[in-house]
């Protein structure tokens, strides 16, 4: 009586070759009526679930992939807008720049005073602004959703309203994109570098 209770509680293999002993308390098994579980249907639920795996791990690669060169892609962009605005500047170009500015742009020049886009633009138009070198250099661009903040160094020679304008200029300009997907300068900053001994 004990050893047939013991038996009972042992499962049986499975398959041929394969020895089981793992007790089973009160489990009942129902296999297929061949007894064992039909092998195409094991083989081919792992065979979808490597491919759906396959294919997760495809749609990621191919997304970061695209995600690097769209920042790349948006950097060159600013970069290429700068180069626009300078360009404007240095020929006086007031048409390129009302594309550039935005509707509520606002500066600050480097002796302190507000200027509107409208204010900007007469200026250049009239002559009162005139740039005879303008050399950017020591870049820096950060991106904050769909703004964008430039930082240069900028050596500079021309006359504003306020007088004459050369030296060494450290700037800020912000850039923002709009429903229409265009950046346009809505902020820019300047302050001048004084060497030591210069008087403001």
């Known amino acids: 009586m004990m050893a047939r209770n013991s038996l009972s509680h042992v499962d049986r293999p499975p398959l041929p070759g394969l020895v089981s002993v793992t007790f089973m308390s009160g489990a009942t098994i129902t296999l297929s009526a061949s007894g064992r579980t039909p092998m195409g249907r094991v083989l081919g639920s792992g065979r979808t679930a490597a491919v759906v795996l396959l294919l997760a791990l495809s ?24 180069e ?27 002796s302190g005073t507000l200027q509107t886009k409208d204010e900007a633009l007469a200026n250049i138009r009239s002559g009162r602004i005139h740039f ?51 950046w346009r300068i809505v902020s820019f900053e300047a302050s001048h570098i004084r060497q030591p001994g210069e008087h403001r």
């Not at 690669?61 to 290429?80: C, F, M, N, S, V």
């Not at 170009?93 to 600050?108: Q, R």
């Open 84 to 110: 626009e605005w300078r360009t404007a500047v240095l020929k006086s170009d007031a048409t390129a720049l009302n594309t550039l500015l935005a509707d509520d742009y606002i500066a600050i020049t480097a």
């Open 132 to 182: 005879t070198s303008l050399n950017l250099s020591d870049r820096k661009l950060r991106f904050y959703g769909k703004t964008a903040l430039v930082t240069s160094l900028a050596s500079v020679q021309g006359i504003t309203p306020e007088g004459d304008l050369s030296g060494n200029f450290r700037y800020t300009r912000v850039y923002v994109q709009n429903a229409q997907g265009q």
């Open 59 to 82: 749609a990621n690669i191919l997304y970061a992939g695209q995600a690097k060169p769209k920042k790349h892609d948006t950097r060159h962009e600013i970069e290429q807008l700068e």
